[in-house]
């Protein structure tokens, strides 16, 4: 539903009301604008209401869009700072004289490595008792999920587009969640 909502606004050029749909949300925008935004198909009459609020209250619409970005700048930063804190760590512990503290992230890879090998190839060829399957699953989806996929972010890195997209789909399913609760 909210897809749909939000293709209505930005197809009829109500970007800055479809901003505010997915900051504040659809009861925000119905209580300010006494439009239901759940009908199947908004009419002009409808449409000409949205676009005289979004007209009325552009400064605080952009305000909104202004916050967002805003936001979203200083998640960014903190990202990079994250980033450059692990490289700082791992150039401190490649110039020590400790063999053991020097190699200690490669030996903990592949000890994460191997453990992984043996869990996919058990769970493979291996016999599962019918009651632990789901516990077998759960487990390989974790080392699937997280353990590798860490190891080969953290050695070849992971494209920020990726990271990006993957957030932007948590924080729309988080908003469809949050609007179907409203209701």
Do not use: C
């Amino acid at each position: 539903m909210i897809p749909a909502i939000l293709a209505t606004l930005l197809t009829n050029g109500l970007a800055l009301v479809g901003n505010a749909f997915l900051a504040k949300g659809k009861d925000w925008i119905e209580e300010k604008t006494g439009i239901d935004l759940t009908k199947a198909s908004l009419s002009n009459e409808d449409l000409v209401k949205l676009k005289q609020f979004e007209m009325d209250h552009e400064e605080e619409l952009i305000k909104l869009r202004q916050a967002d970005d805003k936001l979203a700048q200083e998640l960014e930063l903190a990202y990079l700072q994250d980033t450059q804190g692990a490289r700082s760590m791992q150039i401190a512990a490649l110039g020590q004289n400790d063999p053991f503290s020097k190699n200690f992230i490669y030996y903990y890879a592949m000890m994460w490595t191997g453990a992984a090998i043996a869990y996919i190839g058990f769970i493979t060829f291996g016999e599962i008792p019918e009651a632990n399957v789901r516990f077998a699953d759960t487990i390989l989806g974790f080392i699937l999920g997280t353990v590798v996929a860490q190891i080969i972010n953290f050695f070849f890195g992971s494209s920020r587009s990726s990271q990006k997209k993957d957030a932007e789909t948590a924080s729309v399913m988080h908003k469809l969640i949050d609007t179907g609760k409203s209701k």
